[in-house]
């Protein structure tokens, strides 16, 4: 099983704190950001990650090297220019697998990441996305999701206000590899705008809903909040050895 992190991102909401460091490599609770990402998913048994790189990406690579130490196998793409989520995996297409878990370097979400890639796997579909139901609106983060049934519905990071939308998109997806085929062959390009709208016009995204909160570092409030979440292990899978 593949995860796919994309650690590309520059950052420009957090300031002054990502102009030296790249905003997977944020200290969160004493350890690098992206550090636990990789031991959640460590603790699964999910070793095989490709770490999509863009900016300042060499610190990434010199801190976590091929992975080892952590017991995992970690490879690298690194972009030379800003390629968006989509045009970053398209240039990485090589190492990509048949069915790879997707995860956003900026999101923190305690899921069990093996149950989403099986119900992929079980669906038939390309493509799954990881839903919040945002019904206590405490992550901050406007609704962008409708879904009926099993399937999304409806994406929309620009609605306001639209009851259709009640979940939000929580930062774990799940693809198989022919959705490479729908992005642009050059340039950058966001996943987000170009192939998830073909994906649901299709009836090939299917909707994983979890009650578990997610957590980013997008902004430095978001980073305060999930510092002091980590800091102390309120959830079963702890990350402070």
């Known amino acids: 099983m593949q995860a796919v992190i994309l650690a590309g991102g520059l950052g420009t909401r957090l300031g002054a704190l990502t102009r030296d460091v790249p905003k997977p490599m944020m200290p969160v609770a004493g350890k690098p950001y992206l550090e636990h990402q990789l031991r959640l998913l460590q603790r699964q048994g999910i070793g095989n990650i490709l770490l999509l790189t863009g900016y300042l990406g060499e ?24 390629m968006g989520t989509g045009g970053g995996l398209r240039d990485a297409s090589s190492l990509v697998a048949e069915h790879f878990l997707l995860i956003y370097g900026d999101s923190y979400l305690p899921i069990d990441c093996r149950d989403v890639y099986q119900t992929l796997l079980a669906s038939k579909s390309c493509g799954l996305m990881v839903l919040y ?40 997806l799940a693809f198989h590899r022919s959705i490479i085929d729908l992005i642009p062959p050059q340039g950058a390009v966001s996943l987000e705008e170009r192939v998830f709208p073909v994906l649901i016009a299709q009836g090939q995204m ?36």
């Open 59 to 82: 610190q990434i690579r010199t801190y976590f090297g091929d992975g080892s130490r952590w017991g995992l196998s970690i490879r690298y793409s690194q972009e030379a220019t800003p």
């Open 133 to 172: 139901d945002n019904a206590l609106g405490d992550t901050s983060v406007r609704n962008n999701v409708a879904i009926h049934g099993r399937m999304v519905s409806r994406y929309s990071k620009s609605a306001v206000d639209d009851p259709e939308l009640r979940f939000v998109e929580a930062g774990i």
């Open 206 to 241: 299917i909707a994983y809903v979890t009650t578990q909160r997610f957590y980013d570092i997008g902004t430095p409030e978001r980073l305060r909040i999930i510092e002091e979440v980590l800091t102390h292990d309120h959830y079963p899978d702890p990350l402070s050895n």
